[in-house]
């Protein structure tokens, strides 16, 4: 069981490139999320997906898209990157709501 | 508006000193409750969570926390601290049902431990 993977593991963007993160459990999962962590600000929610073919808005949904096509799959794109974009993005997922989230390793993004 | 704080930034102790993190939640029912920890480069792992039922709760690497109603309070204990516990702590709380299938974290505190 590798748990919850994320492709890249460390991407540098200049403004306005666009770039698409990958997420993926082996766990048959429902839900998955996207995260971004800043310093002082700890983890904020994105955007999210109760299910296959389903995505929902998070906290700060803005300037980026997700997509859920398979279940075991979750991505996130930025289509015109900025620097404000700068941050660590980390994907979990969960069996339900209230259940705990696996998260995986993270990814680390700088827009230049 | 719903929250969960963190009030200390960053603490440090002595390896085998006891420890105790801080978390508040401002919510309007009994959230459900989770604690992670995050080590350096890495993704979050769970310590603990409380649901309902004994407000002691019992967590992995000997965390224990405790649901406090009446203060809004889940602070996180250890005992005695090892130098591998140097990480980042966030406590969380789940809003659901309320907003919809959500977990709000804390802004961390960061632990650093002297041997």
């Known amino acids: 069981n590798a748990g919850v993977t994320q492709t890249p593991k460390f991407r540098v963007l200049k403004t306005g490139q666009s770039m698409t993160l990958l997420c993926a459990q082996d766990m048959n999962h429902e839900y998955m999320y996207w995260y971004r962590q800043d310093p002082g600000m700890g983890l904020r929610l994105i955007h999210y997906s109760v299910g296959e073919g389903t995505t929902a808005k998070g906290e700060v949904p803005d300037g980026y898209n997700v997509s859920r096509l398979k279940k075991q799959n979750f991505l996130l794109g930025l289509e015109s990157a900025a620097p404000s974009q700068t941050s660590v993005y980390f994907c979990?997922?969960?069996?339900?709501?209230?259940?705990?989230?696996?998260f995986g390793p993270g990814t680390r993004l700088l827009v230049l | 508006a719903q929250s969960v704080t963190q009030p200390d930034i960053h603490i440090t102790v002595s390896e085998g000193a006891s420890l105790e993190l801080r978390c508040n939640y401002s919510?309007?029912?009994?959230?459900?409750l989770f604690w992670y920890v995050q080590s350096p480069g890495q993704g979050l792992q769970l310590l603990l969570k409380y649901f309902s039922g004994d407000t002691l709760v019992q967590g992995i690497k000997g965390f224990e926390a405790e649901f406090k109603r009446s203060q809004s309070s889940f602070n996180l204990r250890k005992p005695s601290v090892h130098w591998s516990d140097a990480a980042e702590y966030f406590c969380a709380v789940d809003l659901s049902p309320y907003n919809t299938d959500k977990l709000i974290f804390g802004t961390g505190t960061r632990l650093q431990v002297f041997p």
């Open positions: 919510y309007g029912a009994t959230p459900y």
């Open positions: 979990a997922s969960s069996y339900s709501s209230r259940q705990t989230q696996y």
